[in-house]
């Protein structure tokens, strides 16, 4: 048995590199006709290209992990049945979960590297891809941070904070903005209940103006609603919203608890266990590829033609489930560990029952 694990798994192997190969390929190579003007348009020079593009491959290949080991594993048997390998095996008396052993076991390994890459190297290599594209190519210099459920922004003359409970709408509540002296005294203070951008316009409501006076106090005048001139529109206004791809598994998790509202707390639990969760996911789809593989042959005579893009369907499935899931789970309709394991309990139930049958 020992000689035949090592045989299958190092089909496993062969495969997965041969597969991971070609995907990490066409991907590159449309994500490179998509970009490829921008970079020249920036004046970026080659050696930046080569640089931006080699370091994505860890991303392409985190992102393509699930159905690299799904595919492997599909093909892998699927080359045994076709070479009517696993048809010599089971008559021989080897039962099923022996010969599916190795490929589960090649997955496990396959997950291993994945968690690995994401809590070592993908930090690295995103971060550097995403300042290369989002700084140097599009321009887009990040001006703020966004802690705690407010959002902090350094204008030319001054700084802003606000929060946005409706992201998609110019309202900014609890908004204020700030000129300090170069003595790092406060020279002015607009503070509001909320502000408004109206017809290309700041109007700003329920609030008050502090202003230094050449005594050292401050002037103070309050209102009910008032247009104001500022240098920044919220088209200036820019927080990566990648931050999180950036982190790794250990600096998610600590990311949990540096935040102090309850809703923040519900995103970054979301944003840990959707990447533990995604990372996991290529296992339950093997699971559940193997007996569509047996299922089909038996049933229409056919393995790979069919299984292969019934394996893509599936994948393509379980992308869309896990992307609702977390959806639900940012948004605190559902919890987050639940919205991070179900889909691994549906799927991998559902491969054990039909692969259960298969025996049979």
């Known amino acids: 048995m020992l000689l035949l694990n090592r045989y299958i798994l190092t089909q496993f192997v062969r495969i997965f590199c041969a597969v991971a190969s070609g995907f990490v390929a066409i991907y590159l190579l449309v994500d490179f006709f998509e970009k490829i003007d921008d970079f020249i348009s920036a004046g970026k020079p080659m050696a930046v290209i080569l640089n931006f593009f080699i370091l994505s491959i860890p991303f392409i290949i985190d992102q393509l992990g699930p159905v690299l080991i799904l595919l492997s594993g599909v093909i892998t048997l699927g080359l045994l049945n076709h070479h009517r390998e696993l048809t010599a095996l089971m008559a021989g008396g080897v039962p099923l979960r022996t010969i599916v052993k190795p490929l589960l076991i090649g997955g496990s390994l396959c997950t291993l590297l994945f968690l690995g890459m994401a809590q070592w190297l993908l ?37 802003y904070s606000f929060a946005r409970p409706y992201p998609q709408q110019p309202v900014f509540a609890n908004f204020s903005y700030s000129k300090w002296t170069e003595t790092h005294q406060l020279a002015s203070l607009i503070s509001a209940e ?167």
């Not at 290599?125 to 700084?135: D, K, L, Q, R, V």
């Open 123 to 159: 930090p690295a290599t995103i971060s550097t891809t995403n300042t290369i594209w989002f700084e140097n190519v599009k321009g887009m210099i990040p001006l703020g941070i966004f802690r705690n459920g407010r959002y902090y922004y350094k204008g030319r003359e001054g700084f």
């Open 194 to 360: 909320f502000a408004e951008w109206k017809n290309r316009e700041w109007i700003i409501h329920n609030g008050q103006t502090q202003v230094r006076d050449a005594k050292g106090g401050y002037q103070t005048r309050i209102f009910t609603e008032e247009k104001i001139l500022l240098p920044e529109t919220p088209d200036n206004f820019f927080v990566p919203k990648y931050e999180a791809s950036e982190l790794s598994i250990t600096a998610l998790y600590q990311r949990v608890y540096r935040q102090r509202t309850n809703e923040d707390k519900v995103k970054a639990w979301a944003d840990f266990y959707g990447r533990i969760s995604y990372t996991l996911l290529g296992l339950p789809l093997l699971l559940l590829g193997l007996p569509v593989l047996l299922i089909s042959y038996r049933r229409w005579g056919r393995d790979l033609s069919v299984a292969i893009p019934a394996s893509c369907g599936l994948a393509f499935v379980a992308w869309g489930f896990w992307g609702a899931m977390q959806s639900l789970a940012r948004a605190n309709y559902i919890n987050p560990l639940l919205a991070a394991v179900v889909i691994h309990l549906l799927f991998g139930s559902a491969g054990l029952f039909l692969l259960r049958k298969q025996k049979g």
